[in-house]
């Protein structure tokens, strides 16, 4: 099946005559009714009737119209949206994400971008979630990878990603490999604590305060690889996002009430017109974190 097959099977079931459709198309009669005779080969039957005053449309051709159309505005809507991105053999996009967060998913989605791309600059920003909203209210990155502690009214978003949290606990803690434990159970555990302007620090005292309970912070970090050094210490208890429970001496577990989660999105600045280049990143890091 050939596109000009499409368009010469939709000018005549449009004209109803297949002298005037080949004159739209400016193709000679004949070589517009072998098309359409191949077009019938090919979907098994007459798409037409022949008349002395043109073509109507038979049952098959009645059903065939609508998909015809549809094909070719898709096609249509292909070809425009590859003409906009044309304009991508160079460039850049400026790209926010949470230092910890973007050093497990970045990767995948850069060399993916990168591959289609590969004279786009993409400029990377790492900031905490407020900060990166910030910094998307200001202009100064045009997407930005973050958590809820960062969503703001100024900035339409689309969730990526929704993640466990789990208690990180000393390898040697009594209730190491008890599985599922409950904030009342470790209440009175020491507690180390993302420092004042990270978002995950709101996201832990959320769920504290959601259980009715406030954690006994003994110590605070600026970086979550920091605390979990702290906890496999035997310094404390803290709350990890999953997708950074690997650290040796720490062992994990899933929070049974309440449920901790925190979920990543893809933020924007509301009613902002992203670049061709932007677009296209947004595009990439949808497909490879779906």
């Not at 049974?256 to 009613?271: F, I, M, N, Q, V």
Request: aromatic share 4%; proline share 6%.
């Amino acid at each position: 099946m050939e596109t000009h097959q499409l368009r010469y099977f939709l000018a005549v079931a449009q004209a109803g005559s297949f002298t005037q459709a080949a004159r739209q198309c400016n193709v000679s009669q004949p070589s517009l009714s072998i098309q359409i005779a191949k077009l019938e080969d090919e979907l098994g039957g007459p798409l037409f009737e022949r008349t002395r005053k043109g073509g109507r449309l038979t049952a098959r051709g009645e059903t065939f119209l609508p998909r015809a159309r549809a094909i070719l505005q898709e096609m249509e809507s292909a070809r425009e949206d590859a003409q906009a991105l044309s304009g991508l053999a160079l460039g850049k996009v400026s790209l926010g994400c949470m230092p910890t967060t973007g050093a497990h998913l970045l990767p995948p989605i850069l060399i993916r971008f990168r591959k289609a791309h590969p004279k786009i600059q993409v400029q990377l920003k790492e900031e905490s979630s407020p900060d990166l909203a910030r910094d998307l209210e200001q202009g100064e990155v045009e997407l930005a990878i973050m958590d809820e502690a960062g969503l703001r009214p100024a900035l339409d978003y689309q969730t990526i990603l929704t993640e466990e949290l789990l208690l990180a606990l000393p390898a040697k803690h009594p209730s190491a490999g008890k599985g599922p434990l409950s904030l009342k159970q470790v209440a009175e555990e020491p507690f180390i604590l993302m420092k004042s302007g990270h978002g995950f620090r709101q996201i832990t005292l959320n769920l504290y305060r959601k259980a009715g309970l406030e954690p006994k912070v003994v110590f605070e970090s600026g970086g979550i690889e920091t605390v979990q050094a702290l906890v496999a210490a035997g310094l404390g208890i803290s709350l990890v996002p999953r997708m950074v429970a690997k650290f040796p001496g720490v062992a994990y577990a899933s929070v049974s009430a309440p449920k901790g989660e925190r979920t990543l999105s893809l933020a924007w600045r509301r009613k902002a017109r992203l670049s061709p280049a932007a677009e296209a990143l947004k595009k990439t890091i949808t497909a490879t974190l779906r």
